[in-house]
């Protein structure tokens, strides 16, 4: 199944498609995620993006939704995807979908996580990532904390954060996607493919919604 991930910074986007990607055996495209790697790697995207990633605006079109295209001509994706931060506006949208049409392939569901903006900032704020396994933790919700402070429950190494993780970034990535997501929601609203979660409690809940509603729709 092919699916899209919208929703706020720190809506949980990322945790919940991890779940999903292993459940399915289907590729995670997260396109901040692609960003960080090439600024990680030093890379020409990466060189160019860096300070865009960094202020928390948004990476340009021709950018964003050539590298989409890229990657999801790659073989892996026929079995199914799930697009994580893109599209992020209506632009995106249609970039997508002439994408979609040209590779023969269709979004099954766009998935919209809802999460109240104080959550939203405690698990940006909070977020700690361990750097050899990905485990994310936070240490700020209450749920999801390292057992030691600092360390990777499993790999017993001290936990990184995101550079784009503080408040400043946070405003400006929230306030960003109250004003061009609208329309991006109101398009899968109106195909009739939306559907929508509450993100407020712990991941394990929003995975056991995501998958008795999809579920039921397949039943
Ligand atoms: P995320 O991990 O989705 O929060 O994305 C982190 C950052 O990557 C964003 O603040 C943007 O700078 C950039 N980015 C990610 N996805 C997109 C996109 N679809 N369009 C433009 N910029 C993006």
Not at 112 to 138: F, H, S, W
Not at 204 to 212: A, C, I, K, M
């Amino acid at each position: 199944m092919n699916f899209i991930f919208l929703g706020p910074p720190g809506a949980g986007k990322g945790s919940l498609a991890v779940k999903v990607a292993e459940d399915y055996k289907i590729p995670h495209i997260s396109t901040g995620d692609i960003f960080r790697a090439a600024i990680k790697n030093q890379t020409e995207l990466g060189k160019k993006v860096k300070a865009i990633i960094d202020s928390g605006a948004l990476v340009s079109d021709d950018l964003t939704c050539e590298l989409v295209k890229d990657r999801l001509s790659q073989p892996d994706t026929q079995n199914g995807f799930i697009l994580d931060g893109y599209p992020r506006h209506m632009p995106q949208v249609v970039a997508i979908e002439r994408t979609l049409e040209e590779l023969n392939l269709k979004v099954d569901y766009a998935v919209l996580l809802n999460v109240e903006y104080d959550m939203a900032l405690k698990r940006t704020l909070g977020r700690q990532i361990c750097p050899q396994c990905k485990k994310t933790y936070n240490k700020l919700t209450g749920v999801n904390a390292p057992l030691v402070d600092g360390m990777c429950n499993d790999c017993k190494i001290p936990l990184t954060v995101r550079n784009d993780d503080n408040e400043e970034t946070f405003k400006k990535g929230y306030e960003s996607y109250l004003i061009n997501c609208k329309p991006v929601i109101e398009y899968y609203r109106n195909k009739g493919i939306l559907i929508e979660l509450d993100s407020n409690g712990s991941a394990l809940d929003t995975l056991n919604e995501f998958e008795e509603i999809i579920g039921s729709k397949n039943d």
